[in-house]
């Protein structure tokens, strides 16, 4: 204190010396006024010199010893920052010397100082809450926590810490008295501020629940947000929907609405496939030998009806999973044997896993025939492979299910009834475009003759993917 006081009043004698040269006479206004500019003056100087020098030495550390705290710090200009609370310092050490007393302009300046270093004090230690998040989240295992809305907390805090003390520096009051009175205004701030107060608790729940994470797939039942969350904060929640459409939703609507979450889904490694196909009851049949024998020519259900027939012998009746590996299915009826078809086929699928649960099951008979519905996990949940897997079984599926006499039910079109209309008239199968597949085979269908296409004795055999 009286090294600054040395220097303030070598610093006045000079200017006092300086102006009585200039103006003749002693002049304690002006000596003032023109100790203020030079006090602003070197207080500016000295901390670009301060910074100048801070900011070097600060670099090369970083550069040589510093770890990733540190060059973040660096790369977000904490440093820089935090020398601006130099200039106001200097200001508050050396102005006050140049006035007798306490004159109104010296406490308003002494007030704006005092107000600008608690900001950069503030400012700064928002800026190293920035910079640990960064550090924070680009951690593996804490990469997807959405913590960015704690951060945005303890932020908004520190400011609105820095509005009180501001507010109560300018009015001279305690910062206590300030909170007291605010208090008086509660219900109306939470009137005004309703959406900001509800924003503020859904963000905290989102993140200590771990509800949504960034890069989550979200769909929300009856609306329009169906894609991946791209950031998650205080009182926003983006989403990009899978036609690249942006959807900003409030924290709370998450919290207090229904949202479906997929994340489970990747993290357990399968997403489920649940189609039906409809099945025409027309068409389900009792097995004869010789149909058995004919549908031991698939390989996948060779040792299937072999161990079957065995055990109709022994005057064994299982239905279920067994020790002999036996599948859910029956050899009495066509639709038993395709039903045992399709979980040994998908049980061979490589993209379809075996240690979650499978099962094809019959679902209650509706005017359109009996559902037949496939219930398993594919093993690659990308969108686009988890498409093409689903289809491929289907559509194996649709084009083996002749060969089992099996027809899906499928509401009859126009072209139906053209070749209806033309079979009646006594035009040859062959000559019509558009019969299904299998429908005029056998030897009981009068329109069949020996040696055309429609009555070729043997269907192609069908592919089995490989275990």
């Known amino acids: 204190m009286n090294k600054a006081y040395e220097i303030a009043d070598r610093l006045m004698a000079w200017v006092s010396d300086l102006l009585l040269r200039f103006t003749g006479e002693p002049s304690p206004v002006w000596n003032q006024i023109v100790y203020s500019i030079l006090v602003f003056i070197i207080a500016i100087v000295v901390g670009r010199i301060l910074r100048v020098i801070v900011i070097y030495v600060i670099q090369q550390v970083a550069r040589y010893r510093g770890g990733s705290l540190m060059k973040g710090l660096v790369k977000a200009h904490l440093f820089t920052r935090m020398t601006h609370v130099i200039p106001p310092l200097v200001i508050l050490s050396l102005l006050p010397f140049a006035f007798h007393g306490t004159p109104a302009f010296l406490k308003l300046i002494e007030k704006l100082c005092w107000i600008y270093v608690l900001g950069v004090i503030v400012f700064s230690i928002n800026t190293q809450l920035s910079v640990f998040w960064e550090i924070y989240s680009s951690r593996t295992a804490l990469r997807n926590r959405p913590m960015k809305g704690m951060i945005q907390i303890v932020k908004g805090l520190l400011a609105g810490f820095w509005v009180i003390v501001t507010v109560s520096i300018l009015i001279e009051r305690s910062p206590m008295a300030l ?165 040994l086929y998908l049980q061979r699928h490589k993209f379809i896993g075996g240690q979650m649960l499978l099962m094809v099951r019959a679902l209650d008979p509706t005017d359109n025939g009996l559902p037949l519905q496939l219930y398993c996990f594919s093993t690659n949940t990308d969108w686009v492979s988890y498409e093409s897997i689903q289809s491929e079984i289907f559509e194996h599926y649709a084009a083996i299910m002749p060969q089992f006499g099996l027809y899906p039910f499928q509401n009859p079109s126009s072209r139906d009834y053209i070749n209806a209309a033309l079979l009646t008239a006594g035009h040859h199968p062959d000559e019509l475009w558009g019969i299904p597949f299998g429908t005029m085979r056998g030897s009981g269908s009068p329109a069949a003759k020996p040696g055309s296409s429609a009555a070729s004795p043997q269907a192609p055999q069908p592919p089995i993917p490989p275990k």
Do not use: H
């Open 179 to 343: 909170i007291t009175g605010l208090g008086a205004f509660a219900a109306v701030l939470m009137l005004v501020f309703k959406d900001s107060i509800l924003g503020f608790v859904a963000g905290v729940q989102l993140s200590q629940n771990d509800m949504i994470r960034n890069g989550d797939w979200i769909v929300v039942p009856g609306g329009s947000v169906n894609g991946i969350v791209i950031d998650v904060s205080l009182d926003t929640v983006k989403v990009q929907n899978f036609d690249n459409t942006i959807v900003t939703l409030p924290p709370y609507s998450l919290v207090s609405g229904e949202v479906q979450n997929w994340r489970g889904m990747t993290e357990a490694g399968g997403r489920r496939i649940m189609r039906s196909l409809t099945i025409d009851l027309s068409t389900v049949k009792f097995c004869t030998p010789e149909f058995l024998e004919k549908m031991k020519q698939i390989e996948i259900l060779r040792d299937f009806i072999e161990k079957k027939q065995a055990q109709q012998q022994r005057g064994v009746v299982e239905n279920t999973q067994n020790s002999e590996g036996l599948v859910n299915g029956t050899i009495e009826t066509n639709l038993g044997l395709f039903r045992a078809y399709m979980v």
